[in-house]
């Protein structure tokens, strides 16, 4: 398009944007309104992309950090005939797939799901990596970003990966209309601040007028031969831009327009321009995707092994099987033990540093382009990236989390290193799995089993060596359990995951010795719970004890909770938790200060036993 019809779909943008929001009565037209002409530019002159093939391993991906400005989004959508001008009106009402904020679930032209800001750049950044050293193909990777969440520490965390891995593929454009939602934003429109800023980090800057359409394709034309790093296009634009009452003006973000018509009627009325999007070139012949069968690590009974250490050798076994498989990890490799398939894979290992955000980000971004990434770090430290983990979920994304160094038993480190909140963060997120192996062999069938699994898959991995009590031929179903101890006298139920689970049957031969029969159940899978299990222990043995080396809240003990709130009898349950602030010591003696080793779940069984008896 020439500069008058680009002129022309920008106004037509806007006021689409304005009949959505309109019609919707609610929204954010002015946030749209600010970077229409950016779009309306990139999708006439520059954007590659099949809206009828989004699959196609050549499109061009587009992501709209800015997920508030959706109105702007669609009503792209609608001038390239993806959708229909009567669907652009079912904006945000019940059953539309156009929500208030853009989610891959709904629409197949969506590449991740965004809206809580800061996220759409380290996405971007994942799916450019994957172009560039995965997919090895040239499509361009174009992220619009509002200058509001360039406050986020995530947007720097993307942008100096970003520069560090050269990724010239990758193009963000941030729409500088310098009111937030509540005022001005820090740099309002210095554009010098953030280049300043984005130049430290090794991009190359262009700072146009958002408003000149000639100026904007001349500098996407200037990004696109820009080579050996990544560019960063910053516009200067106006929120409401076009709408006197309305331009760059404060208290107005997040509202529609009060006198939509009057607001049309002044942007020129309604338009029905249609953009032909340019198509991707041929897709180039996929990289060579091995298929091979699976030859997992396998350990003898009695070994001890850490379970981080059996994932590392999984996970490397699980590389050689299938070439889709990714690692990531977060500068700690060689505790996590990421560093196996780092040796054996090289050319799908990803280094993330310590940038936990980016971390899952890039594995986000992997996986919208149909890679299945691992990304590991120690459980204490994923916490800084719940948000991407909940934004994960909310797209649909399938990815596996592995974190170690859980619970009190990695011991002398203290607290500050301790995961004692994973289990409760992961559980809570949609869709998700948790698993959580006491041994080798166990840990290795897991991490197979993940990489079939869909949604947020998380495994918990522990520091210290544990005794192998598994044979290599055993098959743990995720969802189910292993009962490990077991009889028609069993007086109680002790229920264990992981490092619990050792303690929990020297706890259990010790009570034999006494006269005291108990039942020992692993559950491995804490999320989906064994409750057909539960429930047969429950009934049989009529009292549950929980073990757990984790806090009380939200963990293993919860986990077995729930699984009696739906009406059925309750049994007596007692739950064995962290409940302290642990400090610095040995494994062996924070378990034991926490209750959670053998002498505990010893005494707490015994005292549960006699209540019983005086019942």
């Known amino acids: ?208 007028d958002g408003h000149d359409v000639d100026k904007i394709d001349r500098a996407y034309g200037e990004a696109l031969s820009t080579t050996g790093q990544p560019t960063v296009i910053l516009a200067r634009t106006l929120k409401g831009k076009g709408v006197a009452a309305v331009e760059d003006r404060e208290g107005l973000h997040g509202k529609p327009l009060t006198e939509a018509e009057d607001a049309i009627a002044e ?40 379970t981080r250490d059996a994932f590392g050798k999984a996970l490397a076994a699980l590389g050689a099987a299938r070439g889709d498989v990714v690692a990531l990890d977060g500068e700690v490799g060689d505790s996590t033990r990421t560093e196996e398939f780092g040796k054996a894979h090289p050319d799908r290992f990803f280094e993330c540093y310590i940038a936990e955000q980016q971390l899952v980000a890039t594995a986000v971004g992997m996986a919208a382009r149909g890679w299945v990434p691992y990304a590991s770090t120690f459980a204490a430290f994923l916490s800084r990236a719940h948000d991407f983990v909940r934004m994960a979920a909310v797209s649909g994304s399938g990815i596996n989390l592995v974190g170690s160094h859980a619970g009190v038993s990695i011991g002398q480190d203290g607290p500050s290193q301790m995961g004692l909140e994973d289990l409760a963060m992961f559980r809570s997120v949609y869709g998700s799995t948790v698993l959580y192996p006491c041994d080798g062999n166990q840990t290795a069938k897991l991490v197979a089993a993940m990489a079939g699994l869909d949604g947020i898959r998380y495994l918990r991995t522990s520091r210290g060596k544990s005794p192998v009590i598994y044979g290599p031929d055993e098959e743990f179903p995720v969802g189910g359990s292993k009962t490990l101890r077991s009889s028609d006298d069993d007086r109680l139920t002790v229920l264990a995951a992981g490092v619990t689970v050792p303690e929990a049957l020297a706890a259990a031969d010790r009570l034999a010795e006494d006269g005291i029969r108990v039942r020992v159940v692993d559950l491995y899978s804490v999320k989906p719970v064994d409750a057909e299990t539960l429930s047969r222990a429950a009934e049989e043995t009529g009292c549950l004890l929980t073990v757990e080396d984790h806090h009380a809240e939200g963990g293993l003990g919860d986990a077995v909770a729930e699984v009696f709130g739906d009406g059925r009898p309750v049994p ?23 209750g959670i080793d053998s002498v505990g779940i010893v005494a707490a069984a015994r005292m549960l036993v006699e209540e019983a008896v005086v019942r």
């Not at 642990?582 to 924070?590: F, K, L, N, R, V």
Request: charged share 25%; aromatic share 6%; proline share 6%.
């Open 1 to 208: 398009m020439k500069t008058a019809e680009l002129a022309e779909l920008g106004q037509q943008l806007r006021v689409d944007s304005v009949r959505a929001s309109a019609a919707a009565g609610s929204g954010h037209p002015t946030s749209s309104m600010s970077a229409a002409d950016l779009v309306a530019v990139l999708l006439a002159n520059h954007l590659r992309y099949d809206f009828e093939r989004p699959e196609h391993s050549a499109n061009d991906r587009f992501v709209l950090s800015k997920g508030h400005a959706s109105p702007l989004l669609y009503a792209a959508y609608k001038a390239a005939g993806a959708i229909e001008d009567g669907e652009l009106v079912t904006f945000r009402k019940l059953g539309s797939r156009l929500e208030g904020h853009p989610t891959p679930r709904r629409l197949p032209w969506v590449e991740t799901a965004t809206g809580s800001l800061g996220q759409g750049l380290p996405v971007g950044v994942g799916i450019a990596l994957a172009g560039k050293r995965l997919d090895r193909t040239d499509y361009r990777v174009w992220v619009l970003c509002g200058d509001s969440e360039l406050a986020e520490g995530s947007v720097w965390e993307a942008a100096e990966h970003a520069g560090f891995e050269s990724l010239d593929n990758l193009i963000a454009i941030v729409d500088v209309n310098r009111l937030g939602q509540r005022g001005p934003t820090r740099h309002g429109h210095d554009l010098d601040a953030y280049a300043r800023r984005f130049q430290a980090f090794g991009w190359h800057t262009i700072e146009i």
């Open 572 to 594: 007596r349950l007692v739950r064995l938790a962290v409940r302290t602030m642990p400090g610095s010591a040995a494994p062996d003696e924070q378990l034991h200060a926490a």
């Open 267 to 306: 942007l020129g009325g309604p338009r029905e321009l249609h953009v032909r999007v340019s198509e991707p070139q041929a897709a180039a012949a996929p990289s060579s995707v091995t298929t091979e069968p699976l030859q997992l690590p396998s350990f003898d009974l009695g070994e001890e092994v850490a």
